[in-house]
């Protein structure tokens, strides 16, 4: 999944909507499909359906753009521009929506979603193709924190586990057809219209959603109170964080002396707005908040920076479809959904810290197996299994961060603890995905793209891949070690 749990998205950016006090109903009864919220809850859950669709859909279809557009050097940009723009957008969403409510940054994120999509399908050349996945990026910050505070106004508290339990299930189905349709639209029409389809798919939910969002969970949230100043000072921190990593990523890229000048200017924002955000202890695994928190980051990073370059692989150094490699990632959407599910059930409580380490040690094996595939004697359903095992594990593991963040958090911490919770995991994503495209590029992976040779699929540089994926399982493990020392008294973000 290429954007993790984003469920946890307007929580975790620190947008903390109020309940909902223009729901015209009893909070004793309802659902969330009863006439007062029909049309609200089928048109915001299609949304996050079309956006988990297109997040599973772009791993399929990103090998051959890269190709076509002779830029698989820079493939990984694809994937960290993403991370990087959503980051600063989900900081400036839960302000926008305090500030007005939710409508504004809904209608503006779709809008930019839709333009980004256009953009990267639309693309001449690579360099357009990322400046669209950023603008996706800035889109989808907006969209997702902006959902959340349309839940937290619009559905009363008893209602919210069942929107949320279906926006977490719209994310399950697309995992398992996602890769398969984007592979047969890839194969058959073309990668761009795995882009340049989805804004059509949109207006249908947004036309029956946004009706009800104005009537429900418009305008700011007490419209009598003044209005909520914007943090300038958290806005330049999140600025920083994502200027920051975009300098580091461009730095690693190159790899030429001169890329000293911007990766020193990305440290020099990024450590002070990293410090500023996170908790204090984060990076010496403090016990606790702290190696919560840091946990997340090194688990969401290592596997979306490995599960990046797995059709990649497969496409090229294997000889498959864009259609069956992706589809080797579909069991992933399953069994990530029984390693929440698992971790959820009462009788996990007592153990929760043994299971985050065994399924960071899942992890971490999973990643390792990757690159098992490139001997041609080792079958590709190997990797698929492997995949799978990892996605149980990630489950559990991104899910108790999360409810050990609230554990170890004050009531009135929970807001600035959250937000320290996707920053680790957003910046995370970006950082190791620059750390994994330096190392693809400087070991030749540039040309994998031209390479495939004979029918079996043997291709030029199979050690970019290893260059990849094997530092990532090493960065998983170091996860398991970090998962002892969850628990602990609770600290200030």
Not at 134 to 155: H, N, S, T, W
Request: aromatic fraction near 8%.
């Amino acid at each position: 999944m290429s954007a993790l749990e984003p469920r946890d998205a307007a929580a975790d950016a620190g947008a903390a909507p109020p309940p909902g006090p223009l729901a015209p109903h009893d909070e004793s009864k309802g659902s969330v499909l009863d006439p007062v919220h029909r049309a609200l809850s089928v048109g915001i859950v299609s949304v996050v359906l079309l956006i988990a669709f297109e997040a599973t859909a772009v791993g399929t279809a990103m090998p051959v753009a890269a190709r076509e557009l002779n830029g698989v050097s820079v493939y990984a940009f694809a994937f960290s521009a993403y991370f990087t723009t959503s980051l600063f957008a989900m900081v400036l969403a839960g302000q926008w929506s305090d500030r007005g409510g939710p409508l504004a940054p809904l209608t503006a994120g779709i809008s930019a979603f839709a333009a980004g999509l256009l953009l990267s399908g639309t693309a001449g050349a690579m360099w357009l193709f990322i400046l669209g996945r950023a603008v996706q990026g800035l889109g989808g910050g907006l969209v997702i924190v902006a959902l959340y505070v349309v839940v937290g106004r619009a559905y009363a508290e008893h209602l919210r586990p069942a929107i949320m339990a279906a926006f977490a299930a719209s994310w399950v189905v697309p995992s398992v057809v996602g890769p398969l349709a984007a592979g047969t639209v890839t194969e058959h029409l073309g990668w761009r219209w795995v882009f340049v389809g989805i804004p059509v798919l949109v207006v249908f939910p947004l036309a029956l959603a946004l009706p009800a969002i104005r009537r429900t969970a418009s305008g700011p949230a007490d419209p009598t109170a003044p209005v909520t100043p914007w943090d300038r000072r958290r806005i330049r921190l999140a600025l920083g964080i994502s200027a920051g990593a975009a300098l580091l990523q461009y730095a690693g890229q190159e790899l030429r002396w001169l890329s000293l000048l911007p990766a020193a200017a990305g440290a020099a924002l990024l450590v002070p707005a990293v410090r500023g955000l996170l908790p204090h202890g984060t990076y010496r695994a403090a016990r606790g908040l702290p190696s919560v928190v840091l946990l997340r980051g090194i688990a969401a990073g290592a596997f979306i920076a490995a599960e990046s370059f797995v059709p990649l692989m497969l496409v090229t150094q294997r000889g498959l479809s864009p259609t069956l490699a992706g589809f080797s990632l579909a069991l992933g959407g399953l069994t990530w959904a029984l390693g929440s599910w698992i971790q959820a059930r009462p009788w996990t409580e007592p153990y929760r810290e043994r299971l985050v380490v065994l399924g960071m040690v899942l992890v971490a094996l999973a990643i390792a197996a990757a690159p098992s595939v490139l001997i041609t004697a080792v079958p590709v359903w190997v990797l698929a299994a492997a995949w799978g095992l990892g996605c149980l594990g990630m489950g559990s593991v991104i899910a108790s961060t999360s409810v050990l963040l609230m554990k170890l958090s004050a009531p009135e911490e929970v807001g600035a603890n959250s937000a320290a919770l996707q920053i680790s995991d957003g910046l995370s994503n970006v950082l190791l995905l620059a750390a994994g495209g330096a190392a693809f590029a400087a070991l030749g992976g540039g040309a994998v793209g031209h390479a495939v040779t004979s029918a079996a699929g043997t291709g030029s540089h199979p050690g970019a891949f290893a260059a990849v994926f094997l530092p990532m399982a090493g960065v998983a493990a170091v996860g398991a070690w970090v998962a002892t020392r969850l628990q602990g008294a609770p600290a200030r973000a």
